[in-house]
């Protein structure tokens, strides 16, 4: 039921409607994308959508609320199948609540239409049906545990599997006497059973007694989701014996796993079949295990099946999904439509000001700039000036920048970053579910429910938004939310969160994508086939006129340097940057001085190092325009920023060529040298001091190229475009 907020949250957003996640109880760790129902503050016109649960002590609650109500109802096992147990008596009060919310809310939703005759029966009137979310990427082979996946097929075979809870209505005892009658025909057949179980419980230790004897049977239980995959991915098929399902999600996630699914017939399960598969109404075990055996060893009709179900898949998709929920849920009133010759924009990005030295933020400060005199650019950020943390340093509202006017909102939550890495780290690299993903996109942050709702309140203002790089929370939940007018400025690169597969809101939802280099582009293009519409467009570079020898007598610089300029931390590469520039001072005596400036967590030391702090952007330039050669010593680039400004003064860059945007940016500029080790930077740096002059002037030619003017008609082409396409709409 969790997992089914969560995806009609991101359906909702979809649809361009905000929304949180609260519920009765938070497990640790989900803080970041739920709330405790305590914080939930609601205003009339508010619709809650209360997802009902076995005898919620949330119902009494949910009535008493001084807004519009709606109902979701995912399903009720009858409390026939758990006669003389603890939870008989939850399930009929669970179901008597079904009948006290009839006519006190203003929306009933059925996860299925097998539901929705439920919600009828229990009195309600005009229910609506919204299916859940299944998203056949998460399962595609890619996704599976190749250590249990190999484990698995190693084993006897048919594989026959089945993913459920370990409960009474789920009949996991006709699994075993299916798995019997299997073995007198197939005696290496297997049986493996995945979902959670109560180890200690009475009928599980009498299942497990009994599977124990037959031989070849794995509970698995509860697994992480690149597991599931693997238990589907080993299958050569899925089994379901569950005589009570509201729909069935295992049964549509054996289809996206291409799994022939055989299932016992009863509730929704042949709604959520929708005539694929195969379904039987009686559980004859020894012609079901015929059966079973004929589809796992006959190759063509086992595709035939698999194809049917995978054409299944699209009425679970999310654009079903959201289409279903737009037709269930009472229509909003529209704004009425602007009318204006100069375009309006707002430009989203995490952070916001000229504290900021570098990266996405600098990036989108200058563009916002370089707009203004031909739009109205309004910015949306938060009051942090801390990526790591996101506190609220400075004030909420509206202030003015220059020609920009800046809103300001303050995040609702703060990040642990050790926490948050630790998170990182048991995550990256591996297969992930909505729910996890959607955990990590809510770490990451900046949280800040209020700019977005105040953004998608006045979205009638703006022709377009533009959202400042992939990777934070309010570009992923803004874009859906804004897609029709929506564009991107990616700054992606190759990293670990890129395989993350919510991020395809934010390349395949807006309008248009603007790289910035053709690395970039080819990299999203390669990850999400789908992306939108996408050009590179980069951004202008204006130099201040550098006035080196102020900038050595400001800093006590003596002869040549070095010179890096951005956030002071590991992950940019500055650690491995000193380390090499030791190297190299321990080899020559004449070893160029390293200039840092910058802040961040890491406090830079060394022999002739210099760490000159955060710096205004006259002495930028002014140490731009001294540095023997600037030195870009991360892996993952969108595009750098400072490569440009010291090509732009004639500055040459050393820069880190395990990243393909720095490496395209050397190659095509023929400025400068690259590295990859210790031995490559110390030759890439007397390259570059033996063979100055002659790379300051391709330098200067490339920087030449980079020019204001271009970098903005492409800007207002797109804002064009994207208005023109709307109003034609």
């Not at 569950?242 to 996630?253: F, I, N």
Request: hydrophobic share 45%; with cysteine; aromatic share 8%.
């Amino acid at each position: 039921m969790g997992a089914a907020a969560i995806g009609f949250q991101r359906a909702l957003r979809h649809l361009g409607i905000t929304g949180e996640v609260f519920a009765g109880e938070v497990a640790p760790g989900f803080d970041a994308i739920v709330h405790p129902l305590s914080k939930l503050r609601v205003e009339p016109d508010d619709l809650v959508l209360y997802h009902h649960g076995i005898a919620s002590s949330l119902v009494a609650k949910v009535l008493h609320l001084p807004c519009r109500r709606g109902l979701v109802f995912h399903n009720i096992t009858p409390a026939r199948f758990y006669a003389g147990t603890r939870l008989a008596e939850p399930l009929v009060t669970g179901r008597a609540q079904l009948t006290a919310l009839a006519g006190h809310v203003d929306v009933a939703i059925g996860v299925s239409a097998f539901n929705a005759r439920e919600l009828e029966a229990a009195g309600h009137r005009d229910v609506k049906v919204v299916p859940l979310l299944v998203e056949p990427e998460r399962f595609a082979p890619s996704q599976a545990d190749a250590a249990l996946l190999a484990r698995l097929q190693l084993r006897g075979a048919p594989r026959i599997v089945s993913v459920s809870r370990v409960m009474p209505h789920k009949r996991v005892d006709d699994l075993l006497s299916l798995h019997q009658e299997l073995k007198r025909i197939a005696p290496r057949a297997q049986l493996v059973i995945v979902g959670g179980y109560e180890a200690g419980q009475a009928a599980f230790k009498a299942l497990k007694r009994r599977a124990d004897a037959l031989g070849q049977v794995t509970f698995l239980g509860k697994v992480p989701h690149a597991q599931l995959v693997a238990a589907y991915r080993a299958a050569d098929l899925f089994v379901s014996m569950s005589e009570h399902e509201g729909l069935g999600v295992p049964l549509l996630e054996a289809f996206a796993s291409e799994v022939p699914v055989l299932a016992f017939g009863a509730a929704a399960v042949p709604e959520t079949m929708g005539g694929r598969g195969l379904v039987f109404d009686e559980k004859h075990f020894a012609a079901l295990a015929e059966v079973a055996l004929h589809v796992t060893s006959n190759e063509v009709m086992r595709e035939q099946v698999v194809v049917g179900q995978k054409e299944r898949l699209a009425d679970f998709s999310l654009e079903s999904v959201a289409n279903a929920l737009r037709h269930a849920l009472p229509e909003r009133r529209s704004a009425p439509k602007r009318r204006t010759t100069r375009p309006r924009v707002a430009f989203v990005v995490q952070r916001f000001g000229e504290f900021i030295v570098g990266g996405a933020e600098a990036h989108a400060r200058q563009v916002a700039m370089a707009l203004a005199p031909h739009a109205a650019v309004e910015v949306f950020t938060t009051c942090a000036t801390d990526h790591l943390s996101w506190k609220n340093e400075l004030e909420a509202g509206t202030s003015r920048d220059g020609p920009l006017t800046v809103h300001r909102f303050p995040s609702s939550r703060f990040r642990n970053i050790r926490g948050f890495n630790r998170l990182s780290d048991g995550l990256f690299g591996k297969p992930q579910d909505l729910v996890t993903e959607s955990r990590w996109i809510a770490d990451q942050g900046p949280t800040s429910p209020a700019l977005l709702e105040r953004l998608v309140a006045e979205r009638e203002r703006f022709d377009a938004v533009a959202f400042f790089t992939y990777l934070y929370q309010p570009t992923v939940y803004g874009v859906p939310l804004l897609a029709d007018r929506a564009l991107v400025v990616p700054t992606a690169h190759d990293e670990p969160p890129l395989a993350f597969h919510l991020f395809g809101d934010v390349f395949e939802q807006p309008r248009a994508l603007l790289c910035n280099t053709p690395e970039e582009e080819a990299l999203i293009r390669a990850r999400f086939p789908n992306a939108a519409p996408s050009s590179v467009v980069g951004v202008g570079v204006t130099p201040l006129a550098p006035k080196p020898e102020r900038f050595r007598d400001a800093f006590d610089v003596h002869g040549p340097y070095l010179l890096y300029v951005g956030r002071m931390e590991s992950g940019k590469g500055v650690s491995e940057l000193i380390d090499f520039h030791q190297a190299l001072v321990k080899a020559f005596h004449d070893a160029p001085t390293l200039v840092l400036a910058g802040s961040g967590e890491l406090k830079p030391r060394g022999d002739r190092v210099i760490a000159v702090g955060r710096v205004d952007e006259q002495t930028k330039w002014d140490a731009l325009g001294g540095a023997m050669a600037v030195v870009v010593p991360s892996r993952y680039e969108s595009l750098s920023l400072l490569a440009l400004e010291a090509f732009a003064v004639g500055t040459p860059v050393i820069g880190n060529t395990s990243g393909a945007v720095i490496r395209g940016q050397l190659e095509r500029s023929q400025a400068g040298a690259g590295y990859d080790d210790e031995r490559s930077f110390i030759e890439a740096v007397k390259v570059v001091g033996e063979k100055r002059a002659a790379l300051s002037k391709k330098a200067r030619a490339y920087g030449a190229k980079h020019q204001w003017p271009t970098v903005i008609d492409a800007w207002l082409s797109t804002i064009s475009r994207i208005s023109r396409h709307r109003s034609e709409r």
